[in-house]
């Protein structure tokens, strides 16, 4: 069982569309993160969000973190070929050893020119 | 240089052989953990180690050994690799928060 679901699995856009991806759990998180990684490399942390509610912005990369910790999102505005890349979120769970990250399955991404 | 390396970048092996993958890391950090990636199955922790006297078993440490040499290496050993092996490897390093910085990967074939 994944303990963070992430949707869509796959998405293609146009160029200088916006869209959402989600990352969803029914166990409450310490905190979140958003990693990308891109063919032949590893992930790249983007952010990480703490606080229930909290958003965070990252140029045109909007982070939020549900209120109750459980889940968070990822907009980004007027997407561009560059934003192409597999993207997972991982975090600590709160009941759980806080020295382990669960991993999404994640949301391969790719924005078309 | 890239602060999380990993030897080799590519290996194609055959069912039974012994293989061992390398890490090493310049961050100075002592947290250490070996991933596998599948598609559609993310990350999944393997082993991971908080210092040189600290080793821990993640979710899929069947058939899978490690040493960690030094503060700045880790190495992960597949005994007898088998066909269901075949995957992405990542290394990564954390301090004490829980933020990942990872390794560029192994991309290992088992025939």
Known sequence: TQLLEQSPQFLSIQE???????????????SLQWYRQEPGEGPVLLV????????????????????????????????????????????????????????GSGTQLTVLP | DADVTQTPR?????????????????KGHDR????????????????????????????????????????????LSLESAIPNQTALYFCATSDSGSEQYFGPGTRLTVT
């Open chain 2, 32 to 75: 250490m953990y070996w991933y596998r990636q599948d598609p559609g199955l993310g990350l999944r922790l393997i082993y991971y180690s908080f210092d040189v006297k600290d080793i821990n078993k993640g979710e899929i440490s069947d058939g899978y050994s490690v040493s960690r040499q030094a503060q700045a290496k880790f190495s």
């Open chain 1, 48 to 103: 990480t969000v703490v606080t229930g509610g909290e958003v965070k912005k990252l140029k045109r990369l909007t982070f939020q973190f549900g209120d109750a910790r459980k889940d968070s999102s990822l907009h980004i505005t007027a997407a561009q070929p560059g934003d192409t890349g597999l993207y997972l979120c991982a975090g600590p769970p709160y009941s759980g050893s806080a020295r382990q990250l669960t991993f």
């Open chain 2, 10 to 26: 590519n290996r194609i092996t055959k069912t039974g052989k012994r293989i061992m993958l390398e890490c090493s890391q310049t």
């Open chain 1, 16 to 30: 200088g569309e916006n869209l959402t991806v989600y990352c969803n759990s029914s166990s409450v998180f310490s």
